[in-house]
Nanobody
Framework: QVQLVESGGGLVQAGGSLRLSCAASGSIHSIFPMGWYRQGPGKQRELVAAITSGGNTYYTDSVKGRFTISRDNAKNTVYLQMNSLKTEDTATYYC????????WGQGAEVTVSS
């Protein structure tokens, strides 16, 4: 059974930083794209960042220059370093792996206070 376990969410003041981690277990994920979606209060889920096995990355415009996605294939883990956080970054962040079908993590709450 494939599982994604997220950690690193929390409460931070605007301008601060957090790092989310997502560890995959149950199968080899190093060849599959992984990334992060988020869903803020009253908003639709949106793709925040993604990374291929080769390290190619994608970022939504609102986080470019502030967020960095990376992965450690040996550990089947993907990270999201979030700097210069804004109140509008408040959301539940979901890790995913795309194996043809999307597998989701349980979600990590990120709250940015003003």
């Amino acid at each position: 059974q494939v599982q994604l376990v997220e950690s690193g969410g929390g409460l931070v003041q605007a301008g601060g930083s957090l790092r989310l981690s997502c560890a995959a277990s149950g199968s080899i994920h190093s060849i599959f794209p992984m990334g992060w979606y988020r869903q803020g209060p009253g908003k639709q889920r949106e793709l925040v960042a993604a990374i291929t096995s080769g390290g190619n990355t994608y970022y939504t415009d609102s986080v470019k220059g502030r967020f960095t996605i990376s992965r450690d294939n040996a550990k089947n883990t993907v990270y999201l370093q979030m700097n210069s956080l804004k109140t509008e970054d408040t959301a539940t962040y979901y890790c995913y792996v795309n194996r043809g079908a999307i597998i989701w993590g349980q979600g990590a709450e990120v709250t940015v206070s003003s």
